[in-house]
Every structure is written in C-alpha cells, then in structure tokens.
C-alpha cells in the first residue's frame, strides 16, 4: 500500500510538467472484466464478471507508451469429481503498451495498443475448498492487445488478454481475459 501511495505522489508530482512533455496524460479508469480459464477435468465452468481499477500514465501522440497498474477481481464456478465450487481471487497488476493512435480529430482521439501483463493474484477464496489453494501461482504473465476512445476527457476501454504462463502449477490452464473500462484523463 506504501508502495502505490508512492507512486500516486510521484505521478502528481510530474503532474506540473505536462506542459513541457508532448502528450502526457494520466488516466483513471473502472470497468468490469471476464476471466475465461477451464480447470482441468472440470465440468459446468461458469465466469461471472469482476471488477477492473486502473491508474495509467501515457507519454506520446500518435506512438505512445502507457504503464500503469490495475486491481482486478476474477470470479468462477465449476464442478470438480463430483463437488460445486465458487472461487474468487483478486489479482494486482503491472503493464506497459505500445501504442498507436490512427484518429485524431478534435473532439475524437481513437487508439490501439498491445503489451505485456503481469498479474500478482491473491489467495483464491472459496466456500468449498474442493481445490488446493497452494496449486495457484502468485504471479502470471499475459499478453494484451485492445483498442481505446477518447471523447473530449472520456476514456472507453475494450482489451484482450490471453495467457502467456499458468495460472498453477500442477496444470498448465492458462487465463483469458476480457476487460471493458470508462475513465477520465486527468491531464
């Protein structure tokens, strides 16, 4: 937590500069996403939709560079020998895309972008502990690809995340993730 206030500060501090960097621009965005992974040898697997919290700094016009990190919250229900599960995980992570920006008009901003994922998940949560909690990994790697609107200050997200490691070790189930998002640009 003293981490992500740090860095909270640090983004407002540079706040001031955006005059002199030709770009820049910091988003805050919320939304909903859909995690699409299946367990092996599950049955009846069922996503319900979690939320999405993102704080992202960009730099560049027409290329650009946006980091930033986000809170997720993944939500499913399978059926596993017999025996109903509800999992629940939350998941911290850090990415950073590339962009591009193929409309600019002056109240419409249109982009597309691609980039690496890493999510720090949680301790999945479940009332049926029908699964071992110690087979989820705490850190897996995705890769996105998405596209973005501006309209005036109003952001409106769409991206795509497929897996690129497991989400456990004892078997390779590998995530998917879609997110759709709505946010302002502060700067």
Partial sequence: MKKFIFLVLLISAFATTKAQIPGFAIKV?????????????????????????SLDVSLGKKHYVQG?????????AYSLNGKNSNVKFNAFNAHLYYGWQFLDLAVVKTRVFTGPVMDFTGTPKSKDFSFSQENYNSQVFNF????????????????????????????????????????ISIL
């Fill in 29 to 53: 965005m919320g939304g909903v996403n859909s995690s699409g992974y299946v367990l092996p040898d599950a049955q009846d697997v069922s996503h319900s939709p979690g939320y999405a919290f």
């Fill in 68 to 76: 930033g990190f986000s809170l997720r919250n993944y939500k499913s």
């Fill in 144 to 183: 996105a690809f998405g596209a973005e609107a501006k309209i005036a200050f109003l952001l409106v997200s769409l991206q795509y995340e497929f897996g690129l490691s497991s989400m456990m070790s004892n078997a390779n189930v590998k995530n998917n993730i879609i997110v759709a998002k709505v946010g």
